[in-house]
Nanobody, 117 residues
Framework: QVQLVESGGGLVQAGGSLRLSCAAS????????MSWYRQAPGNQREAVAT?????????ADSVKGRFTISRNADNAKNTVYLQMNSLKPEDTAVYYC?????????WGQGTQVTVSS
């Protein structure tokens, strides 16, 4: 079973930046899209950024212009990144990587991002 492994979370001051990474433990075939979600305490999990297989991207309104999703397709692990700039306290959440593929979907274990004011 392929697993998604995330890294890059941590504590940062408001206005700072973080880069999240998510790598698959094995090859995932026929990927439809790769996404980042987040869930703050007491809130539902929400989509933050999505990259379709063709390269098109979509962002939540709350992060547009601040976050950038990208993908390294040059290796079999299909690593996806989330560059987060100008972070705000309201960005504090557990961030999850999600891959939707033809033969299944996968979630990462989550990485905590905390933005202090």
């Amino acid at each position: 079973q392929v697993q998604l492994v995330e890294s890059g979370g941590g504590l940062v001051q408001a206005g700072g930046s973080l880069r999240l990474s998510c790598a698959a433990s094995g090859t995932i075939f026929s990927i439809n899209s790769m996404s980042w979600y987040r869930q703050a305490p007491g809130n539902q999990r929400e989509a933050v950024a999505t990259m379709a297989s063709g390269g098109s991207t979509n962002y939540a309104d709350s992060v547009k212009g601040r976050f950038t999703i990208s993908r390294n397709a040059d290796n079999a692990k299909n690593t996806v990144y989330l560059q987060m700039n100008s972070l705000k306290p309201e960005d504090t959440a557990v961030y999850y990587c999600y891959v939707n593929a033809r033969y299944g979907s996968y979630w990462g274990q989550g990485t905590q991002v905390t933005v202090s004011s």
